[in-house]
């Protein structure tokens, strides 16, 4: 044990004293919160942009008084400026193309006896979606419209009370949904990415540099090599997935533009999310050191990881088919899907002690299976060699 923690204590400050690496380690968290914020931002600034706009011109024809007196009261709050000039038809739409005009509505000449008629008559409404202002005219005026039609042949409203509050949902319950969502392709995604950065460097890149021959020669046996880098790696993987978990968490508010509320959450929850993270760093470390030590070289680790990725996101991808876990026990037992079905039932509250036990175990077994097979590659003058 002594000389495994030799191996752990000099691993670890060849990761934590080396600034590239350190930067490679806290950077990511720190991107992923400065992207999602200004993403966020965006987002919300352009959906906003039509809250801004005060008035809008438009030109109407034909318009009956009794909508008049509607849009009247509707469009009350905004400055409406209606062009008096009498032009060609071509002429308002190319006002409206050129963004000097933002509605042009043309009603039919005989509208309401027509409706009387039990007709149905044509409204043209001309406009511009460029144009925000435009856009912001026409569905304005297409609700008022609509509310009109549905009045003429109204038989019952639904939540017409402006004063009552239909939807009950809570903000931890809306917390939830979008963490159950978006959480575990995202954290996968970074787990696996943390560890590629640092393992695929790890046992090709002291090949490339001729330093894994002065250790193998040592008299420490092989399997304690093993175990003291895997440790090492699998711990800055950790810490590199967790400081990119807290940026992602911090920068969800700004990403979907609500306030999230995890009092849903208690230290439990936390526990087994930790204990997730955990296993899966250690299993993605595990495996991605096998790669690294099958490899001649960091390049060629690199692109070996290529396709290790690809299923780990095409995987990762399935969080997004539904809010809650799957209660089958046997689909815990499948490597990184285990780890996503878990992380969707610990998020949406929905997992069983069986599933997550399941889960853990298999884990462990995979985690020992892939330390094993490091042992036996160290162990193979062929592979250490590449011979």
Same mark, same amino acid.
Do not use: H, W
């Given at each position: 044990?002594? +000389?495994? !923690?030799?191996?752990?204590?000099?691993?670890?400050?060849?990761?934590?004293?080396?600034?590239?690496?350190?930067?490679?380690?806290?950077?990511? !968290?720190?991107?992923?919160?400065?992207?999602?914020?200004?993403?966020?931002?965006?987002? $919300?600034?352009?959906?906003?942009?039509?809250?801004?706009?005060?008035?809008?011109?438009? @030109?109407?024809?034909?318009?009956? *008084?009794?909508?008049?007196?509607?849009?009247?009261?509707?469009?009350?709050?905004?400055?409406?400026?209606?062009?008096?000039?009498?032009? *060609?038809?071509? *002429?308002?739409?190319?006002?409206?193309?050129?963004? *000097?005009?933002?509605?042009?509505?043309?009603?039919?000449? %005989?509208?309401?006896?027509?409706?009387?008629?039990?007709? #149905?008559?044509?409204?043209?409404?001309?406009?511009?979606?460029?144009?925000?202002?435009?856009? +912001?005219?026409?569905?304005?005026?297409? &609700?008022?419209?609509?509310?009109?039609?549905?009045?003429?042949? %109204?038989?019952?409203?639904?939540? %017409? &009370?402006?004063?009552?509050?239909?939807?009950?949902?809570?903000?931890?319950?809306?917390?939830?949904?979008?963490?159950?969502?978006?959480?575990?392709?995202?954290?996968?995604?970074?787990?696996?990415?943390?560890?590629? $950065?640092?393992?695929?460097?790890?046992?090709?890149?002291?090949?490339?540099? !001729?330093?894994?021959?002065?250790?193998?020669?040592?008299?420490?046996?092989?399997? @304690?090599?093993?175990?003291?880098?895997?440790?090492?790696?699998?711990?800055?993987?950790?810490?590199?997935?967790?400081?990119?978990?807290? !940026?992602?968490?911090?920068?969800?508010?700004?990403?979907?533009?609500?306030?999230?509320?995890? &009092?849903?959450? %208690?230290?439990?929850?936390?526990?087994?999310?930790?204990?997730?993270?955990?296993?899966?760093?250690?299993?993605?470390?595990?495996?991605?050191?096998?790669?690294? +030590?099958?490899?001649?070289?960091?390049?060629?680790?690199?692109?070996?990881? #290529?396709?290790?990725?690809?299923?780990?996101?095409?995987?990762?991808?399935?969080?997004?088919? $539904? +809010?809650?876990?799957?209660?089958?026990?046997?689909? @815990?037992?499948?490597?990184? @899907?285990?780890?996503?079905? &878990?992380?969707?039932?610990?998020?949406?509250?929905?997992?069983?002690?069986?599933?997550?036990?399941?889960?853990?175990?298999?884990?462990? #077994?995979?985690? $020992?299976?892939?330390?094993?097979?490091?042992?036996?590659?160290?162990?193979?003058?062929?592979?250490?060699?590449?011979?």
């Amino acid at each position: 044990m002594k +000389t495994i !923690g030799i191996i752990l204590k000099k691993e670890l400050k060849r990761f934590f004293t080396d600034y590239r690496m350190l930067i490679g380690i806290i950077l990511p !968290g720190f991107l992923i919160f400065a992207l999602y914020s200004v993403m966020g931002n965006f987002i $919300g600034n352009f959906a906003g942009d039509d809250t801004e706009i005060t008035g809008f011109s438009m @030109y109407v024809e034909n318009e009956p *008084e009794v909508l008049s007196s509607l849009f009247k009261e509707g469009l009350k709050e905004f400055e409406i400026v209606y062009l008096d000039e009498k032009l *060609e038809k071509k *002429e308002f739409l190319e006002k409206i193309e050129n963004k *000097e005009l933002d509605l042009y509505v043309v009603y039919p000449s %005989n509208m309401m006896e027509s409706i009387s008629n039990k007709e #149905i008559p044509n409204i043209e409404i001309y406009y511009n979606s460029a144009s925000n202002a435009s856009l +912001t005219a026409y569905t304005l005026y297409n &609700s008022i419209l609509n509310a009109y039609e549905d009045s003429l042949t %109204n038989l019952f409203d639904i939540n %017409n &009370s402006a004063d009552t509050k239909y939807d009950l949902a809570k903000n931890e319950d809306l917390t939830v949904k979008i963490l159950t969502m978006m959480l575990p392709f995202l954290l996968i995604t970074f787990l696996f990415s943390g560890a590629m $950065g640092i393992c695929s460097e790890s046992i090709a890149g002291e090949k490339e540099r !001729g330093t894994i021959a002065t250790l193998l020669v040592t008299p420490t046996k092989r399997s @304690y090599i093993v175990i003291g880098k895997a440790s090492a790696l699998g711990i800055t993987a950790l810490a590199s997935a967790l400081i990119s978990f807290i !940026g992602l968490i911090a920068s969800i508010p700004k990403l979907v533009g609500t306030d999230l509320s995890l &009092s849903a959450y %208690n230290i439990s929850t936390i526990f087994m999310l930790l204990l997730v993270i955990t296993v899966t760093v250690l299993l993605f470390t595990v495996v991605l050191t096998i790669v690294s +030590t099958f490899a001649k070289s960091v390049k060629e680790a690199s692109s070996l990881s #290529i396709p290790v990725m690809i299923v780990v996101m095409l995987l990762g991808a399935t969080s997004f088919m $539904g +809010t809650a876990a799957s209660t089958n026990a046997a689909l @815990y037992l499948i490597p990184v @899907y285990g780890a996503i079905q &878990s992380l969707t039932g610990i998020l949406s509250m929905s997992i069983t002690p069986l599933c997550f036990s399941m889960f853990l175990l298999s884990s462990i #077994i995979y985690i $020992g299976l892939g330390a094993f097979i490091l042992t036996k590659m160290f162990n193979s003058e062929r592979i250490m060699f590449n011979k």
